[in-house]
T-cell receptor, first 109, second 112 residues
Framework: QKEVEQDPGPLSVPEGAIVSLNCTYS??????FMWYRQYSRKGPELLMY????GNKEDGRFTAQVDKSSKYISLFIRDSQPSDSATYLC?????????FGTGTSLTVIP | NAGVMQNPRHLVRRRGQEARLRCSPM?????VYWYRQLPEEGLKFMVY????????ESGMPKERFSAEFPKEGPSILRIQQVVRGDSAAYFC??????????FGEGSWLTVV
């Protein structure tokens, strides 16, 4: 079983839609949860970071962690064409950061 | 505060040559990670280093690949005798206290 599983997509939504991106993880000892955005031919950019269950909001982005279900989500409100990218979830445990395979998102104007 | 700096951004090598990729972590970050990313694939962990120490190299191929993070200077990922299958994007990331990591823009290696 992989440490992190991510819905691969691809996902295509109209501008203004609410986007939901999801990952599950296997080890309940994992402590820190992150979301990265990666544009084509660029490095992953940290979007959100949290370590507790519940919601964390930053502008149009909300990260949600449910430790009891081992489930993490990223919600994007009022999606924009500039949000078109690949989104990676990541979890830290032990010495390592474990990454999902990424969900490709396209926001259509 | 400068981000993680990687160079070169693009590197072309012939089969059998050596590729040397450099990474300068963010100021104050003592933890460095290297990842490889193939087209349409996720990030694959290669190695985790601290200054002068390799902490975890479980993701690194046993042959031809090596990494170092000297006391002074950048971290280096070295690939000897490159083959076509080594063509990929190589990302370096650094961390201050192992709660999150910050990535560089990557080095794209093409083996011809």
């Amino acid at each position: 079983q992989k440490e992190v599983e991510q819905d691969p997509g691809p996902l295509s939504v109209p501008e203004g839609a609410i986007v939901s991106l999801n990952c599950t993880y296997s080890n309940s000892a994992f402590q820190y949860f992150m979301w990265y955005r990666q544009y084509s031919r660029k490095g992953p950019e940290l979007l959100m970071y949290t370590y507790s269950s519940g919601n964390k909001e930053d502008g149009r982005f909300t990260a949600q962690v449910d430790k009891s279900s081992k489930y993490i989500s990223l919600f994007i409100r009022d999606s924009q064409p500039s949000d078109s990218a690949t989104y990676l979830c990541a979890i830290f445990g032990g010495n390592q950061f474990y990454f999902g395979t990424g969900t490709s998102l396209t926001v259509i104007p | 505060n400068a981000g993680v700096m990687q160079n070169p951004r693009h590197l072309v090598r012939r089969r059998g040559q050596e590729a040397r990729l450099r990474c300068s972590p963010m100021k104050g970050h003592s933890h460095v990670y290297w990842y490889r990313q193939l087209p349409e694939e996720g990030l694959k962990f290669m190695v985790y280093l601290q200054k002068e120490n390799i902490i975890d190299e479980s993701g690194m191929p046993k042959e031809r690949f090596s990494a170092e993070f000297p006391k002074e200077g950048p971290s280096i990922l070295r690939i000897q005798q490159v083959v076509r299958g080594d063509s990929a994007a190589y990302f370096c990331a650094s961390s201050p206290v192992l709660d999150t990591i910050y990535f560089g823009e990557g080095s794209w290696l093409t083996v011809v």
